[in-house]
């Protein structure tokens, strides 16, 4: 199956997906940190729109957050514009020409602008013993099923340290999710 992984930079859940046998490429404006010829590096959302018009059997995406959710909520005033662009691009994703679409973002406005998520997961039921809610909205798949409900709720996303890297370490998806994702929905 051909798989695209738009907007991802660490190459987690495209390795996932390539492990289990896929055509699996991820596409991000940043160079992958787990560098391999099956990424893509657009210049700016529309060139990643046009490669997702390219006949894909399946598309994940994890558009950047920045402006869509709440724990930005006090700022949303003042970037009215860019939350307005973030959605259309979200929307773009959402309805594109692909049979199969998962979006992830944590909970935000897209639940309010668009739609409400199909479902929310937590890492915890993954095999990783923290707390992040993570919204996805399917179309096409079926609901994520627990693979690995394990014990502690530590909200280790919540504490990152400030620095230049912490949106980075906020948005990577984890090994345990990605492979939920590979194994069920591939």
């Not at 099956?38 to 990643?48: P, R, T, Y």
């Not at 897209?110 to 199909?118: E, F, G, V, W």
Request: proline share 8%.
């Amino acid at each position: 199956m051909r798989v695209l992984v738009a907007c991802e930079f660490s190459g987690i859940v495209r390795e996932a997906f390539r492990t289990r046998g896929h055509d699996a490429w991820s596409c991000d404006l940043l160079p992958s940190e787990c560098p391999s010829r099956f990424h893509i590096q657009a210049d700016h959302d529309l060139d990643l729109l046009d490669i997702v018009e390219d006949g894909w059997d399946m598309m994940l995406a994890f558009p950047p957050c920045t402006h869509l959710a709440v724990s930005g909520a006090r700022w949303f005033a003042d970037k009215q514009n860019e939350q307005e662009a973030a959605l259309r691009f979200v929307r773009a994703l959402l309805y594109a020409p692909v049979k199969r679409v998962a979006l992830e973002n944590p909970i935000g406005v897209i639940s309010t602008k668009i739609r409400k998520p199909d479902q929310i997961i937590q890492p915890w039921m993954f095999g990783h013993g923290e707390v992040k809610a993570t919204c996805l909205w399917l179309r096409g798949l079926p609901l994520l099923r627990p693979t690995n409900v394990v014990e502690g709720r530590k909200p280790r996303v919540h504490h990152e340290s400030p620095g230049p890297g912490r949106w980075k370490n906020r948005s990577r998806t984890l090994p345990g999710i990605a492979a939920a994702m590979a194994e069920q929905w591939g």
